[in-house]
């Protein structure tokens, strides 16, 4: 399955911006990383296919992971960004298990990815 992001873009800090990811068929779990330059690929927020979400406490409260089962599309809601939190978003998916993990290497597909830049 392919796997395509939109919706960064340019924030000051304080500031909210939408990502949605599409997939070109049935996943069962999807899911959003982000990778700032020189560090690893962090896991920002997960769903799996029944709408069981999980989020790690860096932003728990202020990004919210939804999904559109019809049109196969995620999105990721995030509001009161902070400059460190500049990074490459990447969207995710699990096509052969419903098991939601904060693993990357767990995920089988992923979308190209999308920059987002909070500014100070």
């Known amino acids: 399955v392919q796997l395509q992001a939109f919706g960064g873009g340019l924030v000051q800090a304080g500031g909210s911006l939408r990502l949605s990811c599409a997939a070109s068929?049935?996943?069962?779990?999807r899911a959003w990383f982000r990778q700032a330059p020189g560090k690893e690929r962090e896991f920002v927020a997960g769903?799996?296919?029944?709408?069981?979400?999980y989020y790690p406490d860096s932003v728990k409260g202020r990004f919210t992971i939804s999904r559109d089962n019809a049109k196969n599309t995620v999105y990721l809601q995030m509001n009161s960004l902070k400059p460190e939190e500049t990074a490459v978003y990447y969207c995710?998916?699990?096509?052969?298990?419903?098991?939601?993990?904060?693993?990357?290497?767990?995920?089988?597909?992923w979308g190209q990815g999308t920059q987002v830049t909070v500014s100070s």
């Open positions: 769903i799996s296919w029944n709408g069981n979400t």
């Open positions: 995710a998916a699990r096509r052969f298990t419903a098991v939601l993990t904060t693993t990357p290497e767990d995920y089988d597909s």
């Open positions: 068929g049935r996943t069962f779990v």
